[in-house]
């Protein structure tokens, strides 16, 4: 995905990987998430297909309530992290309310023209204390 970014898809969005906010890691998302606390804005997973962790077992540590809670201690206050599935999942929805996020659930086509496998993707903000975080 960097090459490709740098390379054969950055023309097409201009190069994102040039902006100076940028920083760009190559390492197991679950490590990078454990050893920083409240350092992110925003924590994209597409991880999988999804929180059944259908090819990789060990990406369900990312969608356990554990590993959710890991995720919440990542994020600043006000926080985000959006989840891709290729399915929808009523338990995960559940999981990341139970882990202090507000969640709203967002059903997209893979194409345009409303064409396509229907997606599931969550978009989940921080909450402290049982709100949510000032901006």
Do not use: C
């Not at 490709?4 to 097409?12: A, M």
């Not at 006000?78 to 559940?94: H, I, L, N, R």
Request: charged share 25%.
């Amino acid at each position: 995905m960097v090459t490709w970014n740098q390379d054969v898809l950055g023309i097409l969005a201009d190069y994102p990987l040039k902006d100076s906010r940028a920083t760009v890691l190559v390492e197991d998302v679950v490590q990078v998430i454990k050893r920083n606390k409240s350092a992110f804005d925003a924590i994209l997973l597409d991880v999988d297909n999804g929180p059944d962790g259908l090819t990789q077992e060990g990406n369900d540590a990312l969608y356990s309530l554990s590993g959710l809670s890991m995720i919440h201690r990542a994020l600043r206050p006000s926080g985000v992290v959006a989840t891709w599935s290729a399915s929808p999942d009523t338990s995960f929805t559940k999981k990341l309310k139970q882990s202090s996020f507000n969640v709203t659930e967002k059903k997209v086509r893979a194409r345009a023209q409303k064409k396509g496998p229907v997606h599931t993707i969550w978009i989940a903000k921080k909450l402290i204390n049982g709100s949510e975080g000032k901006n």
